[in-house]
């Protein structure tokens, strides 16, 4: 186990044709003490099964059992991609991103992140790691 | 017949480094959407105090429920606030926290038209901002 500090920031800015304009932004540290499950990478996404960003899939023997922090980007040119809290079947979306697009979210307790392509595979590139119970 | 055209941009910086100093990873991503009008209404921003223990709704029943982009921030200091929007939690934001994704709203078959928060043991003010996105034709059972 080691010890990790992360550092996040993000900025959302919606515009509108009339030239209406907001944005909000935040950053944030997350100081990360005897945690050693992490993975990061790309991957290919099925469009007909689950691929799960569940501790076995990252070589880990342990639950997150206080949660975890994860990133997803869709990577691909055309299909879009749907991020489940647990299993698709339980049909928890946390998102769907369209090409290009990725997302950002802490969810603490235990359970798993499932990736499904809609329509045809597609490449991503993620990271998730486990927060400690401080974090 | 009028119509509204919205677009967002998206940035981010995620870095890891362990206690010796060394990035673990380190992730940049942005993207900005193609103007449309297609299922594009509304965009909404503010800041809520949430309820105590009970779910704080803010009401979506202008925006597009099959995809909203949203950013919610814990702008208080003393607990947890979960992101709820049908139900089922896909946020846990500790004060200072941060959160965005593209957001299915009325996912689960339950037709949800409200993204609700929920505070744990006290109300805590989060700010937020919500901007329609194109629908990707999903059921809203998926």
Request: proline share 2%; hydrophobic share 40%; charged share 15%.
């Amino acid at each position: 186990m080691a010890n990790y500090t992360f550092n996040a920031s993000i900025n959302m800015t919606a515009n509108s044709g009339t030239g209406y304009s907001q944005s909000q932004s935040g950053s944030f540290n997350l100081n990360l003490t005897g945690i050693n499950q992490i993975e990061s990478g790309r991957a290919d996404v099925a469009s007909d099964a689950d691929y799960g960003l569940d501790p076995s899939k990252v070589g880990a023997t342990t639950a997150f059992t206080n949660g975890r922090a994860f990133y997803i980007r869709n990577m691909d040119d055309t299909n879009f991609l749907k991020v489940y809290d647990g299993a698709s079947s339980a049909a928890d979306l946390v998102g769907i991103l369209e090409p290009g697009e990725w997302l950002f979210t802490i969810i603490r307790g235990t359970g798993v992140t499932t990736l499904r392509a809609d329509t045809a595979t597609v490449h991503v590139e993620y990271f998730i790691f486990e927060v400690d119970s401080a974090a | 017949m009028a119509t509204m055209s919205t677009s967002i941009t998206a940035s981010g910086s995620f870095t890891l480094t362990d206690s010796n100093g060394t990035v673990i990873f380190s992730y940049s991503p942005s993207f900005t959407t193609t103007a449309q009008t297609a299922n594009s209404a509304i965009i909404s921003t503010g800041e809520i105090l949430t309820n105590g223990t009970s779910a704080t709704t803010i009401n979506l029943g202008r925006h597009n429920k099959d995809r909203i982009f949203t950013f919610i921030k814990n702008v208080d200091t003393d607990y947890a606030v979960a992101v709820n929007p049908d139900g089922d939690t896909i946020a846990n934001l500790k004060p200072g926290e941060c959160f965005f994704s593209p957001v299915h709203i009325d996912g689960a078959a339950d037709g949800s038209a409200n993204l609700d928060l929920v505070a744990t043991t006290a109300a805590q003010k989060v700010q937020y901002l919500l901007c329609d996105g194109l629908d990707t034709g999903i059921a809203s059972d998926d």
